[in-house]
């Protein structure tokens, strides 16, 4: 094992077992939600993947090393803890190095579940290419993991704070299936549907299961993208909630604001914009996210 991870004895118990674990982010409780939603969420996160039969494993970066499933004390330190670091590819070896806080995004939860021999991450949504690319260059270290990281990533699809379609083409030119689950549409997060058409589309965590032991078979570097639309009764209606992303857009401009600060940014301009009702969407969505995410983990463990 790698010296720099720390296992949870439960997630350590479960894999030993060949039992079903899930990872899932921190990035999501740190950056992703405020407080007291966020410790809300990710408790019963945990509880959803438990209750369908799999280890939950939140992962964080804590005292200098990687940590994959995190104690009551440590999620709600996450939860609460002012200064924790926004931890993607980029900046893990120097807060691993710094011995400091580090919340991790979706690329870093990767390369955490990867080392501790996890399959299946479950997450709200993936970063990907933003918006005005052509100006700024700005793309997601999540997409450059998902092309060299064999993880099974369970989202909503990405939302339309990001330019979709390139985020599909990278996905695509990288070799990354994107699974729509029970839907031929990309999913956008807030909205169960986009206008843009997948390749794939499964209807049950045992095909999903399928696919990942080809692609393993295959020796594929990298993961496979399922995507899982919000449930219908939860979803706000896409011209409405791009409105809003336009708005959170402009606002983000004059504010100055870029880089790893633009995600967090924008989430929380649109919880405002749209007075919480956004958060209740994303908190839905990762609850239906849980659920799927186990029996997939359930169903690969059966292989
Ligand atoms: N999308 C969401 N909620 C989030 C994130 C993305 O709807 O919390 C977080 C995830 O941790 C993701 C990260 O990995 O933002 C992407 O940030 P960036 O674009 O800076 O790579
Ligand atoms: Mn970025």
Known sequence: MNPLVSIDPQVQEALAA???????????????????????????????IRDNGATPATIAVIDGR?????????????????????????????????????????????????????DVFV???????????????????DLEELASTPLTVVCAGAKAILDLPRTL?????HGVPVLGYGTDYLPAFFSSASDYKLSARVDSP??????????????FPGG?????????????????????IEKALVEEKKAGVKGKDSTPFLLAKIVELTEGRSLEAN?????????????????????
């Open 123 to 141: 997450t709200g949504g993936i970063g990907g290419v933003h918006r005005g690319y052509e100006e700024h260059m700005d793309v997601s270290a």
């Open 283 to 303: 908190i839905a969505l990762v609850f239906n996210n849980a659920k799927l995410g186990a029996q997939i983990a359930a169903a690969y463990a059966h292989i």
């Open 18 to 48: 060949n039992k079903p674990v899930v990872a899932l982010e921190s990035t999501i409780i740190s950056h992703g939600m405020p407080y007291p939603q966020n410790i809300e969420m990710a408790r019963e996160t945990e509880k959803i």
């Open 66 to 118: 990687i940590q994959v499933g995190l104690s009551a004390q440590q999620l709600e330190l996450l939860a609460t803890a002012k200064n924790v670091a926004k931890v993607s590819r980029r900046d893990l070896a120097l807060i691993l190095a710094k011995g400091t806080l580090g919340a991790t995004t979706v690329a870093t939860t990767m390369i955490g579940a990867h080392l501790a021999g996890i």
């Open 206 to 219: 045992a095909e999903v299961a399928q696919v990942m032991k080809y692609s393993r078979q295959l020796d």
């Open 169 to 173: 083409e990278y996905l695509e030119t």
């Open 224 to 244: 496979i993208v399922v995507a899982n639309p919000i449930p219908m009764d939860k979803e706000i209606p896409a011209e409405e909630i791009n409105r809003i």
